[in-house]
């Protein structure tokens, strides 16, 4: 048994981390004004209260995959971490990291989680850096990055996000290998369901890119995405989002729920549960699909193929057959 003390302060540990690679971040963006740092930076939570959110998958770079990355470092090692001291490793980081056990070491829900999460964030982070350089910035913090102290909010937000989301995650990954119960049915279902909801999101986001690139080229005419993935449900991209999150709840309940394992308090496991309910919320009913619908709404409304669309498609849950 391992006091509730000790993942406690591996998660507060890993929240801090969250805190400082958004701080770093906002101590140059602030007084710069410029959102290019803070598009990199993480998910783009401020907008919750600005509302200037037109596409969130959209805007998620690089630097938001280093922050998950850092994060899950942070939740698997932080007990070799505070054993060795921020003197030692500031001294010699290279030597300290090559001091650090190997993945052998770690427990395969742990491994499996971790690369969940760092293959999601990677590959949004590699495949949307590039559209942020090109784009210069985002118009929509013209306004927010004009005053500091809504822009420093705005990097205060993500922190909550970063923390959040992943939370069971670090929550696994915080609980000895030793003490990891074997993985079960529990964990079949969430992988599966991350895998699912991965492919949907990725599947989406390709066959929107090759919709624009078409646009441009002016290789269709159509106003509007409605083929694919597309035809299936009205926001296929953050449907994957929300069941991907939601599998990876799935597969910390693995431990979480362990019978006999009293790592955590029963209420934790609720707790965990607010990482895919938030983010499923975020993006179906604030700053997500309202928004863009809206917005869809304006710009094809009197159309009477997107009135159709409309009808017949879903808005978020898609339908297969």
Not at 294 to 319: A, S
Request: net charge positive.
């Amino acid at each position: 048994m391992v006091a509730w003390s000790v993942p406690a302060r591996t998660l507060l540990a890993t929240a801090a981390t969250a805190a400082a690679t958004q701080l770093a971040v906002a101590s140059v963006s602030v007084p710069l004004k410029t959102d290019i740092v803070y598009d990199l930076s993480g998910y783009e939570l401020s907008l919750l209260v600005f509302e200037q959110a037109l596409d969130l998958t959209g805007q998620v770079q690089f630097i938001r995959a280093i922050t998950f990355g850092l994060c899950t470092f942070v939740s698997l090692y932080y007990p070799q971490l505070s054993a060795m001291g921020l003197k030692t490793f500031t001294e010699a980081p290279l030597q300290a990291l090559m001091s650090l056990p190997g993945p052998s070491s770690f427990h395969p829900r742990q491994l499996m989680m971790s690369a969940m999460t760092l293959v999601w964030a990677s590959r949004l982070g590699s495949y949307l850096f590039v559209r942020a350089i090109n784009a210069g910035g985002d118009p929509r913090f013209e306004e927010i990055k004009k005053d500091r102290v809504k822009f420093s909010v705005a990097f205060i937000g993500q922190i909550l996000w970063c923390s959040l989301t992943a939370l069971p995650v670090y929550a696994v990954n915080a609980v000895p290998a030793r003490l990891q119960p074997a993985l079960g049915w529990k964990d079949a279902i969430g992988i599966s369901l991350w895998v699912f909801g991965f492919a949907f999101e990725v599947i989406a986001d390709r066959q929107k890119a090759a919709w624009t690139k078409a646009r441009k080229e002016k290789k269709t005419h159509d106003l509007f995405l409605k083929t694919g993935l597309w035809g299936k449900c009205r926001f296929p991209n953050y449907f994957g989002e929300a069941t991907l999150w939601t599998g990876v709840y799935v597969t910390s309940l693995g431990l979480l729920t362990a019978p006999g394992l009293s790592v955590y308090p029963p209420w934790f496991v609720v707790a965990a549960a607010a990482a895919p309910i938030f983010e499923t919320l975020l993006i179906t009913q604030v700053s997500g699909i309202p928004i863009i619908q809206k917005h869809h709404d304006k710009k094809h409304g009197k159309n009477t193929k997107y009135q159709k669309y409309k009808r017949e498609v879903p808005l978020f849950f898609p339908k297969l057959f």
